[in-house]
T-cell receptor
């Protein structure tokens, strides 16, 4: 069975600091990869996705993620965080074919002024 | 824009009650999903459906059932609610495996 590991449960950063959230998955086949964000009181929204092609994927709000196949990783990055990035971030994976997403446990990001 | 609508934002029920959570999507999506979200546990898949009248068990189906009589509607049923089913329930839909899942606002269910 697939599983997704997010290494950090809670990350606290100052505004303008750089962000990197780790995500590793366990599945040997071809996968689709996603990062979702959940702002306080809101529904989950897609930040970015990777299916194939360039392993460096750019998403909304200045976020990007890099797929490293040899490391089974899909880490999320942002060069300079803002207070409005305070949210919970979820990495998700599904195997190719019509399979449901498997989510990590999430990383809570708190950005302080 | 895809709209996934869950019938209630907050719901309070008593143990032993039969509880229905409703989800409707407006984009003719084939696939629909029910997750529960608990602090520190992320999202866990309860049931999903790839087509009308089809259902598949997810990772934690015990104590739940589902119904999909129409393509746009996917209902989650708690047959006999228990306190350990107090949680946030999220519905999602998508058109195919390469496409992202779109989520509703969630139903925060409390079982007393």
């Amino acid at each position: 069975a697939q599983s997704v590991s997010q290494h950090n449960h809670h990350v606290i950063l100052s505004e303008a600091a750089s962000l990197e959230l780790g995500c590793n998955y366990s599945y040997g086949g071809t996968v689709n990869l996603f990062w979702y964000v959940q702002y306080p009181g809101q529904h989950l929204q897609l930040l970015l996705k990777y299916f194939s092609g360039d392993p460096l994927v750019k998403g909304i709000k200045g976020f990007e993620a890099e797929f490293i196949k040899s490391k089974f990783s899909f880490n999320l990055r942002k060069p300079s965080v803002q207070w409005s990035d305070t949210a919970e971030y979820f990495c998700a994976v599904n195997a190719r074919g019509n399979t449901p997403l498997v989510f990590g446990k999430g990383t809570r990001l708190s950005v302080i002024a | 824009d895809v709209k996934v609508t869950q019938s209630s934002r907050y719901l309070v029920k008593r143990t032993g009650e039969k509880v229905f959570l409703e989800c409707v999507q407006d984009m003719d999506h084939e696939n629909m999903f029910w997750y529960r979200q608990d602090p520190g546990l992320g999202l866990r898949l309860i049931y999903f459906s790839y087509d009308v009248k089809m259902k598949e068990k997810g990772d934690i189906p015990e104590g739940y059932s589902v119904s999909r009589e129409k393509k746009e509607r996917f209902s989650l049923i708690l047959e006999s609610a228990s306190t350990n089913q107090t949680s946030m329930y999220l519905c999602a839909s998508r058109t195919g495996s390469h496409q992202p899942q779109h989520f509703g606002d969630g139903t925060r269910l409390s079982i007393l």
